[in-house]
């Protein structure tokens, strides 16, 4: 089994596997990071959205032998303390109910927010566009990126 070695939440990472096994089941299955979730394994519904090089990626549908040499960040690596800003947000504005979509939302949301530091609606509907939340908490969601853009201006870090 050929291994790849990539940068995984900050720390060098080398993985036996599959060339071809997606990297939603190395995070999970080889190395317990379970907070990124399987929805649809067709990367339609983002409940498995990681970064890529700091591009918001399907994990579902990535072959672990793409990221060889690059550096991954999953919802454990984001905040340790949830003190992202978007973290901050989600809690202040009470956004999960069921929860299950909730991290690729809130990786997406990070992915927005380091681009773009105020977003407006649009920008929002356009960066989670596909993220489905089957709650339909879309307008928390959006309150809380607007949050998370006045705690990151407040000098929350992001």
Not at 75 to 103: F, M, R
Not at 123 to 140: F, K, M, P, S, V
């Amino acid at each position: 089994m050929p291994s790849v070695d990539f940068v995984l939440n900050g720390k060098r990472e080398s993985i036996e596997a599959d060339p071809e096994m997606p990297l939603l089941w190395v995070l999970r299955d080889k190395l317990q990071l379970t907070g990124t979730k399987y929805g649809c394994g067709i990367a339609m519904c983002g409940a498995c959205t990681v970064h890529l090089d700091g591009h918001p990626t399907r994990s579902c549908v990535t072959p672990i032998s793409t990221v060889a040499g690059k550096s991954v960040l999953t919802i454990e690596g984001l905040s340790a303390d949830l003190t992202h800003p978007v973290q901050q947000a989600w809690i202040e504005e009470d956004v999960p109910q069921c929860g299950y979509c909730q991290s690729g939302q809130i990786m997406a949301a990070a992915s927005l927010l380091a681009k773009a530091p105020h977003p407006t609606d649009a920008d929002i509907n356009e960066a989670l566009h596909g993220n489905i939340c089957r709650c339909g908490t879309y307008n928390q969601i959006r309150k809380a990126l607007h949050r998370a853009a006045q705690i990151k201006a407040d000098g929350g870090r992001a």
